[in-house]
């Protein structure tokens, strides 16, 4: 069974500032890792995904993540936060057997101040 | 190229009713999962079909059920509406099951009352 932990409900930057949202992840095998944002009455769209091969990976809107197999987390980082930033952040795990499927954590809410 | 796209937008059922959800997958998809979003909460996946059969099931009751037409689009039929089943659900489509990226669509928001 996989199961994905978000740490912080809520995380408040000012503009600016450096953005981190933490992601731990628990699989049997080796997993694939996604963040996904969320703005308000809206779906989710993918920031960045982690297959295989590099570790650290490149998304949209200047975020990227690491996949730390031995920590077994995939943190969330920007190097300076937009007011535009400021949504719903959900991390995802999905192992891939047999069919396509995400376990989603309970998402990280990020407030971005002036 | 055409998105995700659900209908309706919004809905309001009473307890004990039954609802369908709509979803049109992306252009060149063959694969819709849904997903449950309560209140606070991530999504939950209830189902995925795959060329129009179940493909694989969440922990939902069998009231959750679906439909996937020649066309790849979709539908989520609940029956028996409690209140716990209000939330946003999410319908994803992607190319193949396996590994294959997941779009989203925006979302149905049920409120039972």
């Known amino acids: 069974a996989q199961s994905v932990t978000q740490l912080g409900s809520h995380v408040s930057v000012s503009e600016g500032a450096l953005v981190l949202l933490r992601c731990n992840y628990s699989s049997s095998v080796p997993p694939y890792l996604f963040w996904y944002v969320q703005y308000p009455n809206q779906g989710l769209q993918l920031l960045l995904k982690?297959?295989?091969?590099?570790?650290l990976v490149k998304g949209i809107n200047g975020f990227e993540a690491e996949f730390k197999k031995s920590e077994t987390s995939f943190h969330l980082t920007k190097p300076s936060a937009h007011m535009s930033d400021a949504a719903e952040y959900f991390c995802?795990?999905?192992?891939?057997?047999?069919?396509?499927?995400?376990?989603f954590g309970k998402g990280t809410m990020l407030l971005v101040s002036p | 190229e055409t998105g995700v796209t659900q209908s309706p937008t919004h809905l309001i059922k009473t307890r004990g009713q039954q609802v369908t959800l709509r979803c049109s997958s992306q252009s060149g998809h063959n694969t819709v999962s849904w997903y449950q979003q309560a209140l606070g909460q991530g999504p939950q996946f209830i189902f995925q079909y795959y060329r129009e059969e179940e493909n694989g099931r969440g922990n939902f009751p069998p009231r959750f059920s679906g439909l996937q037409f020649p066309n790849y689009s979709s539908e989520l039929n609940v029956n028996a509406l409690e209140l716990d089943d209000s939330a946003l659900y999410l319908c994803?489509?992607?190319?193949?099951?396996?590994?294959?990226?997941?779009?989203f669509g925006p979302g149905t928001r049920l409120t039972v009352t």
């Open positions: 995802a795990v999905s192992d891939y057997s047999g069919y396509s499927t995400l376990t």
């Open positions: 982690y297959t295989t091969g590099a570790t």
């Open positions: 994803a489509s992607s190319k193949e099951t396996g590994v294959s990226e997941q779009y």
